[in-house]
T-cell receptor, first 113, second 110 residues
Framework: GAGVSQSPSNKVTEKGKDVELRCDPISGHTALYWYRQSLGQGLEFLIYFQGNSAPDKSGLPSDRFSAERTGGSVSTLTIQRTQQEDSAVYLC???????????FGPGTRLLVL | KNEVEQSPQNLTAQEGEFITINCSYSVGISALHWLQQHPGGGIVSLFMLSSGKKKHGRLIATINIQEKHSSLHITASHPRDSAVYICAVIRGGSNYKLTFGKGTLLTVNP
């Protein structure tokens, strides 16, 4: 079946604009994760969804970042008033449940000018 | 100090060589992942383990919980193994939150 998909694959935006990143997890996966990979920083956890609920938002860097998940499926990560330091690859992953293998999407490469 | 440390940061090998990448962590964990990321490509989960040893093809992962250390071995390395290998741990008390090492860039020359 299809893997995790993300859109757009690349996004260039101007500082101060809002952006929305989308993740379509593997069908049937109840757990969904967002990560960020910055140059020189490695991977960092942003947020975790179990179904439509986000019990852990501790990784979101600031209140400019928010995420939601609807229908236990698609998730969107929204960054308001983007800053240059938000430039990174944003990765989504999903799994059947927690402590299961996570399947990663190809990522969205965000560049804030 | 990072909670998850990998060594080496960079590794260059000749085709056919035996490769070892090491991961040490400083926190209690419930599980450890090894991930592979090809240049410009996505991330693939290679192994998830909480004890002992796992093998898949030419890849072997081991973990020693008491010593807080894991190794990823590649036998008979091939240029297509060239990638970044990332160690990530799930902290004890959490079921899902991954803490990542900075990765090891492996280059296998023909």
């Amino acid at each position: 079946g299809a893997g995790v998909s993300q859109s757009p694959s690349n996004k260039v935006t101007e500082k101060g604009k809002d952006v929305e990143l989308r993740c379509d997890p593997i069908s049937g996966h109840t757990a969904l994760y967002w990560y960020r990979q910055s140059l020189g920083q490695g991977l960092e956890f942003l947020i975790y969804f179990q179904g439509n609920s986000a019990p852990d938002k501790s990784g979101l860097p600031s209140d400019r970042f928010s995420a939601e998940r609807t229908g236990g499926s698609v998730s969107t990560l929204t960054i308001q008033r983007t800053q240059q330091e938000d430039s990174a690859v944003y990765l989504c992953a999903s799994s059947f449940g927690t402590r299961e293998t996570q399947y990663f999407g190809p990522g969205t490469r965000l560049l804030v000018l | 100090k990072n909670e998850v440390e990998q060594s080496p940061q960079n590794l260059t090998a000749q085709e056919g060589e035996f490769i070892t990448i090491n991961c040490s962590y400083s926190v209690g964990i419930s599980a450890l992942h090894w991930l592979q990321q090809h240049p410009g490509g996505g991330i693939v989960s290679l192994f998830m383990l909480s004890s002992g040893k796992k093998k898949h093809g030419r890849l072997i992962a081991t973990i020693n919980i008491q010593e807080k250390h894991s190794s990823l071995h590649i036998t008979a390395s091939h240029p297509r193994d060239s990638a970044v290998y990332i160690c990530a741990v799930i902290r004890g008390g959490s079921n899902y939150k991954l803490t990542f090492g900075k990765g090891t860039l492996l280059t296998v020359n023909p």
